[in-house]
């Protein structure tokens, strides 16, 4: 029997299960890239479109696990030496994980999970493991590559809107009881014609780009490879060989790249310094890629005019973090890869790498990040460890 301990975030305040605005969510089973979406055996412990991602909801794991004999934790309590999760961090074999709500592992936390076989990423991004010192404990740490990207770049594009259009204050000015139209529109403008780069044109970068496509961009992107040239053509791309080069020439640049040791703090007061005077920022990639107190600086002295996202450091941020406050900001709580269309993709791959664990049979390798000692699948080709 293995212990399965999952880290999810809290239920609704207004009490579980919610009330559901739609009846049904549409079926997906294919990615852009051409990868199956998950494919588990038997039937799912949920209904897709259900809140699964929330400690009530359980990603619908309960009766396979306990099914099998194996006992299932399922706390939102992750934080402290007195946390729930410490408590039954030293006999589990498997920790599910989401990004949203990270159960941070880190080399100490790992040192004292003697029996940790397997960290699960339901959903996208496993920096809130030290994948070295996974790699150097042989623990397996996996994601569900793919489940929630377009959820992503959905948001990304929303936000881009948002912070032109100037949408945020002007709601507020609705809501109020206003009509200051010469006040919301002061600092709006269209989007058409205004340039766009992506740092990162991976899976959630390019669907980005693609969806942006039809209003009218200059589109522009820098990654270590190369897209093919046919999509560079399909969807007329800039290339530029490094980040500094893109964020001279574009009025937003969006990360979209994962965070590993070189990454961190990449954006800092220099970088900022080469942004156009009045660009925005867009980050649902994760916080650590940029200096926190740089963005301020950089917004509250007009240098950038808008930074958005959903990536904070550490999650939950807490109540004084300067991001929530700080003028021009479109922040949420990290939430643009669990919409209930994501929880249904990432639940589904979460119960599909566990039953490949338990059945002894190869976890797919687009959802592998560290196995056997070292990066392997998709970790081995977007995380770098340097
Ligand atoms: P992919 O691996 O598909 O794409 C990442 C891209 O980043 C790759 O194409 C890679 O290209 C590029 N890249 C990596 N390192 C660098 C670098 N140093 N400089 C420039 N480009 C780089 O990942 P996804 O698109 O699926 O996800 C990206 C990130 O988004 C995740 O790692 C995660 O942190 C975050 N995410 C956030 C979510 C949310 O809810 N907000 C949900 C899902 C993901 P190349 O190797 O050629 O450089």
Redesign the pocket.
């Known amino acids: 029997m293995s212990k399965v301990l999952c880290v999810l975030y809290p239920d609704p305040v207004t009490g579980y299960p919610p009330h559901y605005v739609r009846d049904s969510i549409p079926t997906i089973t294919v990615y852009a890239n051409g990868q199956s979406t998950p494919t588990p055996k038997g039937p799912l412990g949920f209904r897709p479109g259900e809140l699964i991602g929330c400690v009530s909801g359980e990603l619908g794991l309960r009766s396979y696990l306990e099914g099998l004999g194996h006992e299932f934790i399922v706390t939102s309590d992750k934080d402290g030496p007195d946390s729930t999760f410490e408590k039954h961090l030293s006999d589990a074999e498997i920790i599910i994980s989401q990004?949203?709500w990270p159960a941070y592992l880190t080399q100490e936390r790992i040192a004292r999970a003697k029996k940790l076989k397997l960290a699960l990423t339901a959903?996208?991004?496993?920096?809130h493991v030290d994948l070295e010192a996974a790699a150097r404990a042989d623990i397996t740490v996996a994601e569900v590559?793919?489940?929630?990207?377009v959820?992503?770049a959905e948001?990304v594009v929303m936000v881009a809107l948002s912070l032109v259009r100037n949408y945020l204050p002007s709601h507020d000015v609705s809501v109020a009881g206003g009509w200051l139209i010469a006040d919301c529109v002061s600092r709006s403008y269209d989007i058409e014609g205004m340039h766009f780069g992506t740092?990162?044109?991976?899976?959630?970068?390019?669907?980005v780009l693609r969806r942006l496509k039809p209003f009218g961009l200059h589109l522009h992107y820098?990654?270590?490879?190369?897209l093919s040239p046919e999509i560079e053509q399909e969807l007329s791309l800039t290339f530029h060989p490094?980040?500094e080069s893109l964020v001279s020439a574009v009025d937003f640049v969006n990360?979209?790249?994962?965070?590993?040791p070189?990454?961190e703090g990449?954006f800092n007061d220099r970088m900022f310094a080469k942004m156009k005077r009045g660009a925005y920022l867009i980050n649902?990639?994760?916080a650590k890629l940029v200096d926190r107190d740089a963005v301020v600086r950089a917004v509250e002295s007009g240098h950038i005019a808008g930074y958005a996202?959903?990536?904070w450091f550490p999650q939950p941020a807490p109540p004084e973090h300067p991001w929530r406050t700080m003028p021009f900001n479109g922040m949420t709580p990290?939430?643009?890869?669990?919409s209930l269309s994501?929880q249904a993709r990432y639940a589904a791959g979460t119960l599909e790498i566990l039953q490949s664990y338990f059945e002894r049979t190869p976890i797919r390798e687009e959802y592998l990040i560290v196995h056997g000692g070292a990066l392997a699948g998709?970790g081995a080709?977007?995380?770098?460890l340097t």
């Open positions: 990004p949203f959903g996208i991004g496993s920096d590559t793919g489940s929630n990207s959820s992503v948001h740092i990162g044109a991976g899976r959630i970068g390019l669907a820098t990654q270590r490879h190369r490094d980040a990360l979209q790249i994962p965070l590993y070189s990454t990449m649902t990639a994760r996202g959903d990536v990290h939430i643009s890869g669990t994501a998709t080709k977007s995380y770098g």
